[in-house]
Every structure is written in structure tokens, then in C-alpha cells.
Nanobody, 115 residues
Framework: QVKLVESGGGLVQPGGSLRLSCVASGVIFSLNGMGWYRQAPGKQRELVARINIGGSTNYADSVKGRFTISRDNAKNTMYLQMNSLEAEDTAVYYC?????????WGQGTQVTVSS
């Protein structure tokens, strides 16, 4: 069974940075395009960024130039470096497949941007 564990969230001031991690188990990580998603209170879950098996990336317009997605297949881990954080980035962040059907969702990691 696939298990996804997100970590690295926290409380940060506007303009600050965080790096999220996603560790996957029970899956051949290197054979899966992966993505980061977020869900803010009262809003639908949205795709933030994704990375395919070759390392090509896509970003939502709202985070382009501020967030960077990366992966380390040897560690079955994906990262999201978030810079210049804004209040609008406040949400629970999740990882999952970036294309096709989803694995079971993990618990996510809370990111709160506030002064």
C-alpha cells in the first residue's frame, strides 16, 4: 500500500521561506510523476506544482518564480522550496501523483503565513 508523508510546514512571516518534504513508500517512486497540492479553508484542493519522471516541472501561475519543486529518487522524496511566501499561500499542503489517478492522500502539512 502506498503511503505519503508530508512534513516541513509551519508558521512563517510574509516574505519568509519553507521547504516541504514528501516521503513515499510502497511505490516505485522513480516511475511516477508527482505533484504538490494545497487546500485552503473553504476552497477546493488545487495543484501547486508537479514534476515528471524526467524532471520537467509545471507550476501554478500563482507560485511561479517563488516555488521550486524537486525530487530525489534515491530517497523516495519530493521537495517544495517555497520563497517569498504570502498570506494567500496559507493552506494544508499535500503530495500525490501529478498525473492520472491519485494514491491515498496523506495527512498533509499545514503552512501558515502570517505576521
Amino acid at each position: 500500500q502506498v503511503k505519503l508523508v508530508e512534513s516541513g510546514g509551519g508558521l512563517v512571516q510574509p516574505g519568509g521561506s519553507l521547504r516541504l518534504s514528501c516521503v513515499a513508500s510502497g511505490v516505485i517512486f522513480s516511475l511516477n510523476g508527482m505533484g504538490w497540492y494545497r487546500q485552503a479553508p473553504g476552497k477546493q484542493r488545487e495543484l501547486v506544482a508537479r514534476i515528471n519522471i524526467g524532471g520537467s516541472t509545471n507550476y501554478a501561475d500563482s507560485v511561479k518564480g517563488r516555488f521550486t519543486i524537486s525530487r530525489d529518487n534515491a530517497k523516495n522524496t519530493m521537495y517544495l522550496q517555497m520563497n517569498s511566501l504570502e498570506a494567500e499561500d496559507t493552506a494544508v499542503y499535500y503530495c500525490n501523483r501529478g498525473w492520472g489517478s491519485y494514491f491515498d492522500w496523506g495527512q498533509g502539512t499545514q503552512v501558515t503565513v502570517s505576521s
